[in-house]
């Protein structure tokens, strides 16, 4: 499934997580597979645990468009096989009920290709590149748009100010919800 969504992680480092989830009753192994007793516990161990992305650089852009419209274009400008998503604090609105923001951040794996876009004034996306791959992680297509994944919306937006944080807490409920 990790895989599936993006993700690699070695068996072994699978097995050793899963020993320790085990051991703090947060999960439960059994003859129909793995069984998720507390996915709020598993939730504020991944929210302590969270680091943000390593951004090696960031440009700020203008694209064309207006609002959330502006971050499509990066499906043409992007160069194959280079790949961006929403950040996770910009795709809020996604998630939860926000107001519409001017200037959206997204994470992308070549800035150099959007060059061409560069805008120090009168930007409307930030691309900040990162090397890390979990930004990238289970990213939810939709309508030429990358949305981070709720998880890491929730936890990039329960790093931020207080408004940010109450965004958090709905996106929160909301994955908790799914998991009942």
Same mark, same amino acid.
């Given at each position: 499934s990790i895989e599936a969504l993006g993700g690699s992680l070695s068996l072994s480092a699978v097995s050793k997580v899963l020993k320790g989830l085990q051991d703090e009753l947060i999960i439960e192994k059994g003859p129909k597979g793995i069984t998720l007793l507390q996915p709020d516990k598993l939730l504020q161990k991944l929210e302590a645990g969270y680091r943000p992305p390593k951004i090696s650089s960031a440009l700020k852009l203008r694209l064309p468009? +207006?609002?959330? +419209?502006?971050?499509?274009?990066?499906?043409?400008?992007?160069?194959?096989?280079?790949?961006?998503?929403?950040?996770?604090?910009?795709?809020?609105?996604?998630?939860?009920?926000?107001?519409?923001?001017?200037?959206?951040?997204?994470?992308?794996?070549?800035?150099?290709?959007?060059?061409?876009? =560069?805008? +120090?004034?009168?930007?409307?996306?930030?691309?900040? =590149?990162?090397?890390?791959?979990?930004?990238?992680?289970?990213? =939810?297509?939709?309508?030429?748009?990358?949305?981070?994944?709720?998880?890491?919306?929730?936890? +990039?937006l329960s790093k931020l100010d207080k408004r940010e944080r109450e965004i958090a807490a709905t996106v929160r409920e909301a994955i908790l919800k799914k998991l009942k």
């Amino acid at each position: 499934s990790i895989e599936a969504l993006g993700g690699s992680l070695s068996l072994s480092a699978v097995s050793k997580v899963l020993k320790g989830l085990q051991d703090e009753l947060i999960i439960e192994k059994g003859p129909k597979g793995i069984t998720l007793l507390q996915p709020d516990k598993l939730l504020q161990k991944l929210e302590a645990g969270y680091r943000p992305p390593k951004i090696s650089s960031a440009l700020k852009l203008r694209l064309p468009g +207006e609002g959330i +419209e502006a971050v499509t274009a990066l499906n043409t400008a992007m160069a194959s096989p280079a790949r961006w998503v929403l950040s996770g604090e910009s795709s809020g609105l996604r998630y939860a009920v926000m107001a519409d923001t001017s200037v959206f951040k997204v994470y992308v794996t070549d800035c150099m290709a959007l060059l061409q876009y =560069q805008n +120090e004034q009168f930007y409307n996306v930030v691309a900040q =590149q990162t090397e890390d791959s979990f930004p990238y992680f289970d990213a =939810q297509a939709e309508r030429d748009r990358a949305w981070a994944s709720p998880i890491q919306c929730y936890l +990039e937006l329960s790093k931020l100010d207080k408004r940010e944080r109450e965004i958090a807490a709905t996106v929160r409920e909301a994955i908790l919800k799914k998991l009942k």
